[in-house]
Every structure is written in C-alpha cells, then in structure tokens.
C-alpha cells in the first residue's frame, strides 16, 4: 500500500537539550535522510523528559505531519518516557518482546557484565508497534503507524540513531514513499573566505534558479572550510544526477584547487588517498596542535598503510632531542618560525624513516603571542626527497581552538598540494 | 505589578533551520538568560517562514509558558512573517511608529544608502506592542504582553539578538520575574555505564523531589563520561546553592572514584590540575589513538607547564625505534598487550625524559581484530619513578571513532587515579 507521505516533524526528547550546554544535531542527520526521500520538514521541537509533555508534543505533531520521528528518552532509565508517551498517543498497552528481552542480556553477557534489572524495560514494545533492533546499543526503537500517519521513535546517541534508520527506517519508508526524490551534492574548498568562494560561485549558481531541474544551492561555511550545497527535486533521479553532476564540474573549474573534494570524501581522506596512490608513508612533527593532524589523518580506516607516527614536540627540548632541530635556530628565529617548521618537518622524516615529514609550530593562545607573532601565528612546513618541499607562515583568526582546528586544516591541505603539485596562493 | 512568571519557551523563525545544513544556536544563550531569571525553558521549536504556521507555534507556546521567545523573521523581505504573525495572535492590526521610521531611515542614510521600500515594514509595530530599539541592525523587536503571558520576538543574528537582549528584555523580564533564580550543579563520571551510575544515584535523587527546594537530576551520558547534571528553583539563591552544595556532596560520596568533576572541569583539566599540583611533567606515546590524548591534554590553556609532548607510534617500527620497545617483546606479546604498552610509557618517559609516561596501543577497527584481541582492544600504561605504576588491557564497544575516544577518555582516567592513587576497579 503505497501513501502519499510529503510533510515530516522531527521531535528531540530530553532535558539536557534545554539547558544552555547542549543543542540537538541528530536532526541535521534526519532531515538530509528524509529530503532524500522527498519529504519536506516542516517543523522541529525539543521536549523535556516528560511524559506527558511528549505524549502532546507527539499528538500535534502527528496532527501536522505524515512523519514524525522522535530521537532520544528510550533508555532504561526513569527518565526515559518516550516509550510510554508513544503508548499514550497510540492508546495501547505493552507487551513484553522475549526475543528482544534475550539481545539485551546478550549484549550485557557478551561484555561480560550482568544486565541491570532496569534495562529490563527496553524489552517493553506497545502493542501494535514493531521494535527496531539497536546493534549498538541497548534501546530498540519503535515504528508505530497510527491515524494514516508513521511515528518512529529513535535513540538519541548518533551512533545508534544512525545505523538504526539506513537498516530498519529507510526501506520502510521508501516503501511509503511514492517516487519524488530529492537529490544533493556537495563542493568542498578550503584556503579561500567564505566571501570569496561566493564570489565565484554567485554568478554561476544563480543561473540554476531558472533551469529546469531547478537547482538549490546553498553555502556553508567552517572553521578552514567552505561547502557549497547544492540540491534538485523531482520524479526522475537520473535526470536529477546528470543535472548536478554538471553543476558540480562547473563551479569546480571556476574554483580551481581550492575545490578538493565533490564526492563527500572529508579533508583527510583526500590526501590519504593521494599518499595511498604516491605510495608515501608520512610522519608529522607537531607542536601546537599537539597530535591533532595526525588524530585527523588516522581517523580514515586503513591509514596505517600511509602514516608511520610521528613526535609531539610541545616543549622546545623535544624538538631538539627527539627531532634534532638546531638549538641555535630557535635561538636565531624562535620556535615560531619557518626554519624551525621545516627543521621539524625533516627531523620527523629522518627519525622515522618515511618519504614525506610534516612540521607545524605555532601559537594557539590565549598567552604567548607577541607584536610580531600574535596569537594565531603558524608555520607549517611539508618535506621530503620526492616531492617539492615547502614552508608557510601563516595567521589565523580566533581563539585557542579554532587557530588549532585550522592548523591542521591547512597543513592537511598543504599536504595536498604538494602531492599533486598545485599552486599555492 | 509582579507576576510569578516560571516557564520559558523558545521558538526559532526561518525555513534554514529546516534545512540539513544549520541549526539554530541562539536558544542556548537564550536559555542561560533566562535560567538566571528563574525562567525554565520547557520547549524549543523551529518553524518555517510561514505566516500560519508561526502564528499557530506562538499561540501553542503562550498556552504551555509564561514567556515566549522568538528568533528570526522580523527582516524586511516576503519571507520574514513574525512580526503579521504577532499581530494575528494578539488580534490586532499594526500601527506606524514614526519615530521608528526615522530611526531605520536614518541607519540608511548614515551609510549613505537610501531606504529601501521595503523596510518601511519595519517600522510597522502591532498596536500595544513595545518595539525595542536595534543598533545593529534594522529590524527592531517586539515586547508583548497578552493573556497573562510575555512575547517576546527578536531578530534572528547573533549580533542583533544578544545586544536587544541585553539592553532592552533583561530589565523588563527582570521586573516581571520576581527574585526567582535557577542553579545549576554538575557531577561527571568516568568509567561507569550510564545504567551503572544510575544505580548509585537513582536512590538518592529521588529523595530529592520531595525535598525542599526540590532538586531535578537529569542523567546523561557521552562515550566515556556519564553527567549528573542537577537544578533547583526558587527565591533565595544561598539557600538553593547550599541545597546543590550538600546534593552533590552525598552524590560524589556515593560514586566514589567515579566521580572525577563537581566544578564544571573537564576531565583533561582536573589530569591538568593533579600534574600542576605535583609539579609533574607528561610524555604519551600513542598508537591508536595517534595523538588525540595529547590533543584532549593541550586543549587546556597552559598545559605546556605539564606537557612535553610524546611520540605517536603509529608503525610497529617507530615503536621499536622511537620508543626503544625491544621487538622480541611484541612479538612475544603482539603490538596490543600490556606488556608493550608498559615498554612504550617507560620509552616515551625515558626519550622525553618526563616525570610520567603514558602508553596507548589497541585495535580501533574496523579491521585489525583477531578472536583473542577483537576491534576495541586496548592496552594502556602509567609508569614513572614517584608513582605506583599500572597497566590495564579494557575491550571498548563502538566503531573506530567511539574506541579511540574511549581511549582517550580511560588514559586520561588512569593518569588521574595513579596521581589521587585511587584504587582502580
């Protein structure tokens, strides 16, 4: 039976989520899943750990849209109602789901601890409703069809809400869901303002307002990136794909090596996979960022095929003993300075045995800065036998960090360039 | 006239918000505001820029708070309807305010631009509304009083919404609200499950809802971290903080060890404050984890006092070389074995000739994992000459982003229990 599903809600049940501390971000998640099925989100709400503040939540929003999604309050805790206001709004008692009773304890079992007796709870399903299966975690979630309209009922932890609505959500509701897609793509660049990359951009994508397929773009900026989102609807995902694929060659060619990545890969990944084709194994000496670029490097799996290590050399005397930097080049230009970058950067490489050295030095703040090297000055430095090496200096904007985060960024793309050879301006 | 206003409701204007791209970040410095007032934020929306739908979200709110805020939809174009659905609430039709007027004319010619048509709308204030005054930019706000309850609409940026806040809500609310206030505390854990933590303290914060002041507690958990966060309400802010002071002394005293942050610190800071006091300096040698602890440890502001920095000992050969573990012991024991972890503290120690030396090596995943040593396998080691030495092998649930973050979090826990010499169990 196929319905016409076009309006969603999504409904983030939790307390801590109306304190000044913590903001929902599962929805940005949910919102691009539902888009994609061509549902349009027309409304999003934060409910406190409340039965039956949910419980109304739920009943409006369901009275507005064809799909709601709730995410969180289905711990086995007291203060986990979700489970009990769905049953409120459907009406309907609970029924104890052995099956799902058994994953729980064998969850517990397998990390060798005994079940709480509490967790017992998140073997209660409402009548009527289909349990989820949670691999990474104790709480299913719940799909609930009620008056012509779908409530599904999510954990609030990404890495359970997440996997949980491409294995269990998403062939369900496409299965509702008849044809209309909703289609996106996104241009990463890095080493240019947000300014300018609408600069660039503007002019081309306005065009797109009046083409057929229409296509939406939008622009996002972060620390030490801009993205240029850009999406079409329709009935026909082919025409749609062709559509973008063409907008996407566009505004790269006009955006030249700043754009370094159209297909979702982050930062990292890219120059993972350029070392991964140079077959380079890399090392990094890092000073103010302090292990994070190397952090970066090897979240992407398999990064031990290009990354040996490296050395933290946060006190000058690392950098000295452990990556033998002069002692008199810091004492002639300061540990804050290009001939100490690129000393770190071959240091690192010759300790440790690898094609390619990274340096970074700086002053991340909120002390340490002077007239000539404020707060936010850094030297990256990138080296090695097969490749041009090169050395930078730069000053970033913000506090202690935001100067780290596009630290990293910059040496990430700094390693970018060398290995394919661009120009950097 | 005095009222006892006690909840808060926050409605985000703009169809952006609904967008996978942005999310609205003003409710949280709302929040903080109006907690101070006593004020409890029971909900958070966000609606899209439609008349109908905004008019409906407002009256919704005002039937559940006593004072509703709105961001956003107060600029000059088609889509900016909050101040139409405003009025359509309050049932009122708009009246010009000429001084208004005269004041975003001015704005204008002050940038030597002429006024565009449009913003004469906002100069357009619903009858027996306030407007309140914006240096910012031109969209004034909104203070309206109907039912009982407070509306309150503000425009959407930043810069705009904080300073019309500060100058013009705050003194009004404040009259309103009559010496209630709202504290909050925190305990944070480590090294326990939520349900765990809920076990200890569940008995005793129920306790406390029959309590005079009545203190909530609200549980929540991150990999590796689960929070106590705990409020009261009332008129005399001594009082509710001795209530708070007293609450998370008996929790603290019940969670033990666990318990590592009543002031808000954040698990680094308190490694950070132990190393201080001691007089200690660190050095980390990481494998899976790659530089992410010493990362976590330098996101503190002047933990070059207790931080040399460390080797990150990606390869199995910067283990032996940098780090001096003779490669019959790993090949004995494996890369990820006590043993090794214990030679990698002690080499890190030795090289950076520190006080302390930490030792991480672990299987992150996704490949990697053997039956014996399966994907969240991890070795971690304190050693150093003035401290009780420990090793520890932990199996951590999650992907690779969860485990390494787990790591992270049980190094910083280890170091902090061998310098308070805290039993470990």
Known sequence: MRRSLRFAEI????SELLTPFRTDTNSLYLTARLNELGLDVRGKSVVADDRAAVAAAVRAALARADVVVTTGGLGPTDDDVTREAVADVAGVAFEEDPALLASIEARFARRGIRMP???ARQAQVPTGAVALPNPNGTAPGLWCEMGGGVLIALPGPPRE???MFEAHVLPRLRDLCAGAVLRRRTVKTTGRSESHVEEVAQPIYTTWLQS???ISTTILAAPGQVELHLSAQGDDAARLDRALDAAVQRL???LGPAAFSVDGRTLAEVVGGLLQERQFVLAAAESCTAGLLLGALTEVAGSSAWIAGGVVAYANDVKVQALDVPVELIAAH?????PVA?????GVRRQLKTDLGVGITGIAGPTGGTESKPVGTVALAVSGPGVRSVVRMVRFPGDRAMVRQMAVQ???DLIRRVLTDADYN
Chains 1, 2 share one sequence.
């Open 11 to 14: 409904l983030a049940v939790g």
């Open 117 to 119: 007796s509490i967790n």
């Open 161 to 163: 809400l997440k996997p």
């Open 212 to 214: 057929d397929p229409v």
């Open 252 to 254: 790269h060619a006009a």
């Open 334 to 338: 300061g540990a804050v300075s290009e």
């Open 342 to 346: 690129q000393a770190m950067a071959e």
């Open 410 to 412: 910059a040496a990430l």
